[in-house]
Each structure stands twice: as structure tokens, then as C-alpha cells.
């Protein structure tokens, strides 16, 4: 059975989820994403509210007045805030074990993902700002340990949030190029190519910044 959040996903099609030239410039496909944030039966939750374990599910999260929310720690973003922007906390347990998560958004807005007192180091990001109802996507390293999720800089009173785990071959390929450059050398033994330079996708060990 599908996580709730993503039952809608098996109506649609690859072609349907594919059809906006825009996501094509994501670094890994939210067609899931895509199709839950449409999807009319989508749960709808208050800032401050309590999730239950971290696990695959998709919502959305009613905001409030950035600088009334009480966050677990400074938001990660230091610019200033364009006009008047809005922010949110959700609570989860632990998860079943460490893992590599995504954690889309819909719209503008900047991610934090609190564990045991300290905002976890995203390793990497994409998004899109011509990709209908997503617009970015952040990878992070979870532990097993309980989560609060903070939203902030948000330009809306809601925003659409999806979690879902990395599977392992996807997030191989996301992260290593080397898949198109792999050359055979003189030996027999393939020696690897360094992959060209994207825009789209940051890997490093510690990335602060977020599309």
C-alpha cells in the first residue's frame, strides 16, 4: 500500500508527470511529488503539529508570521526576507534508521532539519522555477533520532511538503557523473572521465546554500 500522501501517483502516468519541459531541468524526477501536491484529498496540517514517525508522506502545512514562530533553531537562511514572509514547524519521531531523505517544497522557502538540538548539513539540492507545483528539492542524511522540520521564508500562508526516502541507485546517479564517462584504457580496466559541470545538482560534503 502506498504512504498516504501518494496514492494518487499510480493514476498517473510517466508521460502526464513528464509533460512540463521545466522539470527537466531537475536533478532527480518529483513526478511523485508532483502528483501528490495535486491531488484534492491532500492532508492539511497546522504549524506546530506532531507527524509521528519521519517517514514517506506528503502535506500541507498551514503557516504562520515568520518572526511569531518559534523555531528550534535559527533558520539557516541569513538573507533578508523580501517583504513579508511566513514559517512553520512540524514534529516527527525517530525514523526507522539513517537514510538519505528528500524534502520538497512546492513553492519558495528555505528547509531545516533539527536533530538533536542542530540543523542538519543538507548534500544536495535541485529545483525549478518552470516545473508545475514543485519548486525545489533538498537531499539530507538523516539519523535515527526525532526530527522538527522548519520552514521559513516562505512568501505564502501555506506551502506543500513532501518527504520521501533516496533510493539507493537513484541517489547514485544523482550524485556521481561517471555513468556516461567511463572509458576503457590500454590495460582492460575502465579508468573514469571527469563529469562535466552542472548547475543543477550541488554534491559536497557540507552545502549551505539551497536553490
Not at 27 to 41: G, I, M, S, T, Y
Not at 52 to 58: E, I, K, L, V
Not at 174 to 182: K, V
Request: with cysteine; aromatic share 8%.
Amino acid at each position: 500500500m502506498l504512504p498516504v500522501g501518494f496514492a494518487l501517483i499510480a493514476l498517473v502516468s510517466g508521460t502526464q508527470a513528464q509533460d512540463a519541459v521545466g522539470c527537466k531541468a531537475l536533478a532527480w524526477p518529483l513526478d511523485q511529488e508532483r502528483a501528490a501536491f495535486v491531488d484534492p484529498k491532500l492532508e492539511i496540517v497546522e504549524s506546530g503539529s506532531a507527524r509521528g514517525p519521519w517517514t514517506q508522506q506528503a502535506f500541507a502545512l498551514m503557516l504562520a508570521p515568520q518572526e511569531s514562530v518559534a523555531f528550534k533553531v535559527p533558520p539557516g537562511d541569513k538573507r533578508r526576507p523580501e517583504g513579508k514572509v511566513f514559517g512553520g514547524t512540524v514534529s516527527f519521531d525517530a525514523p526507522a534508521q539513517a537514510e538519505l531523505y528528500y524534502v520538497t517544497l512546492s513553492s519558495e522557502g528555505w528547509i531545516d532539519v533539527v536533530q538533536n538540538g542542530a540543523a542538519i548539513r543538507s548534500d544536495a539540492h535541485t529545483g525549478a522555477k518552470g516545473c508545475p507545483d514543485v519548486r525545489k528539492s533538498v537531499r539530507f542524511p538523516v539519523g535515527s533520532f526525532p526530527i522538527v522540520l522548519q520552514l521559513s521564508g516562505v512568501p505564502a500562508t501555506t506551502i506543500k511538503i513532501g518527504i520521501r526516502p533516496v533510493r539507493r541507485r537513484a541517489a547514485l546517479l544523482a550524485s556521481c557523473r561517471w555513468w556516461p564517462t567511463l572509458l576503457l584504457t590500454n590495460t582492460g580496466k575502465f579508468r573514469r572521465s571527469p563529469p562535466a559541470p552542472t548547475a543543477q545538482v550541488l554534491i559536497k560534503p557540507k552545502i549551505l546554500s539551497q536553490i
